[in-house]
């Protein structure tokens, strides 16, 4: 299927426009006809429209559904805790899923690993409920709870809330088995910390456990989360499907990432009932930004999931295995997978790979 798609461009701050404009020309050989509409956010949208996060770029999104975007660096001290997690909540995008399988020719510890995490998007200590130490809100809020749980707070405590609710694990949960039926997965792992915190990874755990869903072949199972971690690292192609809360979902992503030889390989997307927006893992590298070396594969992987998510399943499947030949090549690659290629070589190679569309 060739056909018309709409797509929100957001190239992102860092090595941003330079994988973007990488990923913009791989999908455009794959898959031809996409109309990109180009909008910014980060460090660009502030220059040309003195905000981070503009309304036309979230109505653009909302317009065409689908967005493909760089990573952005969030200014210190502007306002938002990360232009990301914005995003995902002002769309909300509420579950993050982010594929590490072993690529050929990238030599790693762990062979055969091809492991999925899904994680919850909105909740969690990422919600953004801080009270800053010495606050008038924090002083407050101890006082409270002095009365409430009959805790003493150390005064100069700064405090983070954990929310974690019924209905926000109740579609994750579903996600993720959805996600695993369609994707031919055989088994959920949900890590948690239940037995230290109760109310809140508790409250995950007992919900998934319960959600009375058609679960198909898929398995599932719990584990704590820092035995997860351990076997993790020890035997990655043990596990299958990882379904964690937001915090934990961040850390385990990268460590899956760091498995299959790092963030410059990983793609995600950040996926709600009404929207999608496709990003790497990574974030906007400003160590190597402007020198031309950033490796351009997350950004590929990543148009590679929008495509699939459009349903031009031949193109998502072509560029994954053009990715896959230039790799297992061994001689195309960029300085984080040990050579010495630019990001435009690797992407012409990428381009060479792919069949004649
Ligand atoms: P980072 O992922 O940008 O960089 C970590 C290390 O990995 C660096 O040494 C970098 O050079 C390397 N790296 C990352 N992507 C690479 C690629 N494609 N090719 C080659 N090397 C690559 O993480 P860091 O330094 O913690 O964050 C930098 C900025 O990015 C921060 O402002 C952070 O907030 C932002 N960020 C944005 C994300 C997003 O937009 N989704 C996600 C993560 C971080
Ligand atoms: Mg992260």
């Known amino acids: 299927m060739t056909g018309r798609h709409r797509v929100t461009l957001i190239p992102g701050d860092g090595i941003g426009p330079e994988v973007s404009s990488a990923a913009r020309m791989v999908l455009d050989a794959a898959v031809p006809g996409i109309e990109w509409v180009e909008r910014t956010a980060g460090a660009a949208a502030l220059a040309e429209h003195g905000d981070l996060l503009p309304e036309e770029t979230l109505d653009a999104i909302r317009t065409t559904r689908v967005a493909i975007k760089g990573p952005i660096t969030t200014p210190v001290g502007s306002g938002f805790r990360s232009i990301n997690v914005a995003l995902r909540q002002g769309l909300d995008l509420f579950a993050a899923v982010r594929p590490a399988r072993s690529l050929p020719g990238v030599p790693t510890r762990h062979e055969k690993v091809d492991l999925v995490v899904v994680r919850e998007n909105t909740e969690d200590l990422y919600q953004g409920v801080e009270f800053a130490a010495g606050s008038p809100q924090a002083d407050a809020l101890r006082i409270e709870l002095r009365s409430l749980a009959g805790v003493e707070i150390k005064p100069d405590a700064g405090v983070t809330v954990k929310p974690i609710s019924v209905a926000g694990t109740r579609r994750i949960v ?3 088995f959805e996600y695993a039926k369609t994707n031919r997965r055989a088994r959920i792992t949900l890590g948690h910390k239940a037995g230290i915190m109760p109310t809140s990874d508790g409250l995950f755990l007992t919900t998934a456990r319960n959600e009375e869903i058609d679960r198909g072949d898929v398995g ?9 971690t351990a076997r993790l690292v020890r035997d990655p192609a043990r596990f299958d499907v990882l379904l964690l809360p937001n915090l934990y979902g961040d850390i385990l992503s990268d460590l899956c990432a760091g498995l299959v030889g790092g963030l410059g390989l990983v793609p995600g997307a950040n996926i709600g009932w009404e929207y999608a927006v496709f990003e790497p893992v990574h974030g906007s590298a400003p160590d190597i930004a402007g020198t031309g070396v950033a490796n351009p594969i997350a950004m590929i992987l990543s148009g590679a999931m929008l495509l699939r998510h459009l349903g031009e399943m031949a193109g998502a499947s072509a560029v994954e295995a053009a990715v896959d030949s230039v790799l297992s090549g061994g001689t195309v690659r960029t300085p984080d997978l040990g050579g010495s290629s630019s990001t435009t ?3 012409n190679a990428i381009l060479r ?3 004649a569309a």
Do not use: C, S, W
């Open 345 to 347: 070589q690797v992407t």
């Open 220 to 228: 599932f199972e719990d584990m704590q989360i820092d035995h997860l």
């Open 353 to 355: 790979a792919l069949p």
């Open 174 to 176: 579903r996600f993720a």
